[in-house]
């Protein structure tokens, strides 16, 4: 029922995986985890401007601790200027660092939309319509040098199709038996991950400035998450509270 309200999901979904990919070029697997850990930080900017959500003091106070937390990581890849010579290397990691923080920011726009289509259209229509925009998306780059992948890369490329697929399912379960405002938190985890993977498979270390600016944006989303279940528990009591007192009172 919402045409445009998909094509503009869809956009966001897509252009957010292809900033994500390219910046795979430039930077380490760490880096553009931890880069993407702003997109939160953009969800909660976009929420308050565009669909007018009322978020509190506390929220902004960890948007602020993120956003802190984003520029110390982004200055140990943004060197355009500056005593240090211009090199390739740093034009590359300036390059990705940008490329990550467009895709983190995509990904917020793309949240935004879905929270705005949640209350027009089905689960499964905006599922739906986000895999078929990003297929006719992905056949108008055809005519840029497609290979048919083989050997390895294709293995590769069943090995990104099968992950995903089962993160999917995982995430579906895992909502299923327990609270959103508790799982978020594990979302942090995946700078751990992939520290760990970027060690084993990609020979490659995190710089100390980025790990630094990555616990800062993660501790800021943890805590306010957990300020927010806290509140919801909070209202949620003195709701309660309140109806046994209209009940009493109601059978006095």
């Known amino acids: 029922r919402n045409v445009k309200g998909h094509i503009g999901r869809g956009l966001a979904g897509t ?21 993407n850990y702003a997109a939160p ?11 007018r959500e009322k978020v509190r003091l506390n929220r902004w ?5 993120g ?9 140990g890849h943004l060197s355009l200027s500056g005593p240090s010579p211009l090199t390739v290397a740093s034009l590359a990691s300036s390059v990705g660092a940008l490329l990550a923080l467009l895709s983190a920011i995509c990904t917020a726009g793309a949240l935004i939309q879905i929270r705005y289509l949640s209350g027009k259209e089905k689960p499964g229509a905006i599922a ?35 992950f995903g697929g089962l993160t999917q399912i995982l995430l579906t379960l895992s909502m299923r ?3 959103a405002s508790l799982l978020a938190p594990f979302d942090y985890s995946s700078l751990l991950w992939s520290v760990i993977i970027g060690v084993i498979f990609l020979h490659t270390l995190p710089e100390n400035i980025t790990l630094i600016g990555a616990s800062m944006v993660a501790l800021a989303g943890i805590y306010s998450v957990l ?26």
């Not at 930080?41 to 669909?51: G, I, N, P, S």
């Not at 106070?61 to 601790?65: I, K, R, W, Y």
């Not at 279940?229 to 009493?248: N, P, V, W």
Request: aromatic share 12%; with cysteine.
């Open 15 to 35: 252009c957010s995986m292809y900033f994500s990919y390219l910046s795979l070029m430039y930077i380490t697997l760490t880096d553009a985890t931890a880069i």
């Open 41 to 51: 930080l953009f969800t909660v900017l976009l929420a308050a401007v565009v669909l």
């Open 61 to 65: 106070l960890s948007v602020l601790a």
């Open 67 to 75: 956003f802190v937390g984003i520029l110390i990581m982004l200055s």
């Open 128 to 162: 739906f319509w986000f895999t078929a925009m990003t297929g006719a998306t992905s056949l108008l780059t055809l005519p840029f040098g497609w290979r048919l992948p083989q050997g390895e890369q294709l293995l590769l490329l069943l090995g990104c199709g099968f």
């Open 177 to 179: 038996y327990a609270d």
């Open 227 to 252: 300020s927010e279940r806290r509140h919801r528990r909070r209202a949620a009591s003195l709701a309660l509270t309140t109806r046994s007192e209209t009940a009493d009172l109601t059978a006095d």
